[in-house]
Each structure stands twice: as C-alpha cells, then as structure tokens.
C-alpha cells in the first residue's frame, strides 16, 4: 500500500479535535482521551509518517473515526446513534486464526442474547510495509446457496461463496438445507498474507436465529422460515485520515423490512411471494390483485412479529424513518451536512407511508471517515478471487 497521505491525516486530526472541543461532545465516550494539543499532535503524525509512511491512531482516535464513518454512511437510515457505536480494538490480530476468533468474539459481545448493541471490531489496517487482514464473508452470518439441478436450495446470492467455501475443504450439513450458517473465510494479514484463505466454522450457539411465526396465521410456522438476529457487514474497508482497515466488521441490528421484503421476498434471494400468497388463499394469476403487495406486507409483520417474541433488538421502518429525521434536525444543527442515498433509506414497502420519503437530501460527500467497499473485496463476497 502507498504512504499515508499527511494531508489527510491533518484533515482527520483537525475534524477529531474540533469536535471534541464542541460542546456535548463529551458524549462521543472516549474522545476527551487526547493525548496532546493539536499542533503537537500534528507534528508527531507528520514525523511518524515521514519515518514509517503511515501513522498509528490513539484508541480515541480510532473510536472517533468509525463514528464518523458510521455518521456519513448514505445508505443507513440507523444513523442517530452513531455515538454510541462500541469499538473492539483489535489492530494487534493479523493471524487468520485469531481474525476468526475474534468474529466470532463480535457476534457474542454484540448479540448479548438479543439485547443488540452496535458495535466494531477493527483489525490490523493496511501499511506500506504489509497488509492487514481479509474476512470475505460479506456479513459474518450468512446462508449458503446450494444449486441443485435448475434451481437453488438456500439463499441464491451465495451460490458462488459456497463454491468458493466448499473448494477450500467446508462440506456442508447433511442434508443440506435453506438456512446452513456459511464458514467465515479468512485471510491472514502481515507474514500470513502468502498464504490462501482459510475457512472456519461458526459455532452454532454464537450465530443468534428466530424462527418465523405470525401473529394471526398459524400455517405461517410450516414454511419453515428463520434468520439471523445480527447483520454484520463485514467485507467493507474502513478509512479513517490516510490509514486504511480492510477489517473492520460492524454491525447495528435489523430493521423488519430487511428481511421481509427484501432477503425473503426478492425473486433472487427466497423469493417466498407467490408461496405466501397461495397460503392467504390470494388470486395470484393476475398483478392487479395486489397479491405480491399483501404478501410482502405479511412477511415483513411477521419478521417483527417474531423477532419481538425472542427479545431480539429489532427496528420498525415507521419508527425508524422518524428517528432518521431526528438525526438530520441534530446534524444540521451541529452544522454539518447529512449526505443521504435516497433510493435506500426510503423503506422497500410503504415508502408513501414513512415520511423519509417526502423530501430530498444532501449527496453523498467522498472525503472524510468512510465505510467504502471496494471492486477486490466485493468480488470475494461472491467468492470470486481477485
Ligand atoms: N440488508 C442487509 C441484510 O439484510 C443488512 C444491512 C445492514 N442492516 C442493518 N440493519 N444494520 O442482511
């Protein structure tokens, strides 16, 4: 990787020491652990960098970067507690071993049985002399997608990391089924960086699932659905004032419409509508009768519906979209711009309904604290090496 660049991590260090010095920021837990004033700092950054060709954050650096990461990421609508987001320093672990210990740390310390707490774990970043580490799960739970004949048995965005997962020696539960928990696959940072990926198991009792009943249809529990509790994005770089993480997996906790309108519903990932539908007794042999409408509404009530019974964290799109706003009030207050990707905030069903839907925003801005994923790592998230 090519040296930081000084002219970023000035950027940074201004950004983290403006607002740290703003009142309420003694909110953002941890920022007041400045080692030094400014301009000190600054030349010690200047100076690390000239020596090194990179520079290593204090912890409250680092915690006050993946905030801001979070605060400017356009396409999530859970963004008004982004100072809460807790942070696992792990910049130590470069180890593939260690890198899937630590996931699987990730998913115990955030799930905490349901009570879902948005959280971080940052690996070794990328430097000029070795690179960090790679997980190329796109999330760290995430089903396997068999094909089987003309058609796919699991999750069908997965089909090639399965492949992939398989090739490197993972054999599936047998009998294969819809909702198998994929292996995490790891590459190894520093010394491990030669060698290949790596793929490790995740136990059972870390990966957190609801089963999927519904408030008023009892046939609802015989499709057999489920999901994971926790969504954990995994395979995007964090880049924080010149220096880059590729690890850095993070995660907040779902909104129901995620799940049931999208995972469940798109024709190329469950595609449950039409079963749905002919289980509500609905005509499904013409469009106008509204029946994918309906469905996918029942669907996503019955995601909330059972995340609710479990006691899993789990965000409604009304009350959400009401909070989204919240944020935008207090951002614009601090003076800042909210940079906002429309086409993903407004909720997938009943947009009209959430009032996100009714205005428009600032564009997504290139500079600052950033989750970005990048063509290498996106293409590993389908299990294509690059
Ligand atoms: N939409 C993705 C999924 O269905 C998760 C994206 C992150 N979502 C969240 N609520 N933090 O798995």
């Given at each position: ?191 491990w960086a030669e060698k290949g990926p ?51 997996p993070f995660n907040g906790w779902y ?132």
């Amino acid at each position: 990787m090519a040296p930081v660049d000084p002219e970023e991590a000035e950027e940074f260090l201004r950004l983290f020491y403006a607002e740290a010095d703003e009142p309420g920021a003694t909110a953002v837990k941890g920022s007041a652990g400045r080692t030094a004033p400014l301009e000190e700092r600054l030349e010690e950054v200047r100076d690390e960098i000239e020596r090194t060709g990179t520079y290593v954050h204090t912890s409250a650096e680092l915690a006050f970067g993946a905030r801001v990461a979070w605060r400017s990421s356009a396409r999530c609508i859970g963004r008004l507690y982004w100072r809460s987001l807790h942070l696992r320093d792990r910049r130590h672990v470069v180890a593939p071993d260690e890198v899937a210990a630590e996931c699987v740390g990730h998913l115990d310390d955030a799930t905490r049985r349901g009570r879902i707490r948005s959280t971080i774990t940052v690996f070794a970043p990328d430097t000029p002399t070795a690179p960090g580490p790679r997980v190329w799960n796109e999330q760290l739970i995430r089903y396997a997608g068999y094909r089987t004949g003309g058609r796919v048995l699991g999750d069908p965005r997965y089909v090639g990391f399965t492949d992939h997962a398989r090739s490197l020696g993972w054999v599936p539960p047998s009998p294969m089924g819809r909702f198998d928990v994929l292996p995490l696959v790891v590459s190894g940072g520093g010394e491990w960086a030669e060698k290949g990926p790596q793929f490790y198991e995740v136990p059972p009792e870390s990966a957190l699932e609801v089963e999927l009943t519904h408030p008023d249809h009892d046939w609802f529990a015989e499709l057999g659905l489920r999901w994971h509790a926790l969504p954990v994005i995994s395979n995007m770089r964090l880049d924080i004032g010149g220096v880059s993480y590729p690890a850095a997996p993070f995660n907040g906790w779902y909104m129901a419409t995620e799940i049931g309108a999208r995972n469940l519903s798109d024709s190329e990932r469950y595609d449950m509508l039409s079963e749905v539908a002919e289980r509500m007794g609905l005509d499904t042999s013409t469009d106008r009768t509204m029946w994918r409408d309906r469905a996918a509404v029942e669907l996503t009530l019955a995601v909330q519906h059972s995340f609710d019974q479990a006691g899993v964290s789990m965000a409604d799109h009304h009350g959400e979209s009401q909070r989204f706003l919240r944020h935008l009030e207090r951002e614009e207050s601090a003076g800042r711009t909210c940079p906002v990707d429309w086409s993903w905030i407004v909720p997938p069903i009943s947009g009209g309904l959430t009032p996100v839907f009714h205005r428009y925003y600032d564009e997504p801005s290139e500079s600052g604290p950033m989750f970005r994923m990048d063509p290498q790592q996106a293409a590993r998230g389908q299990g294509c090496p690059m």
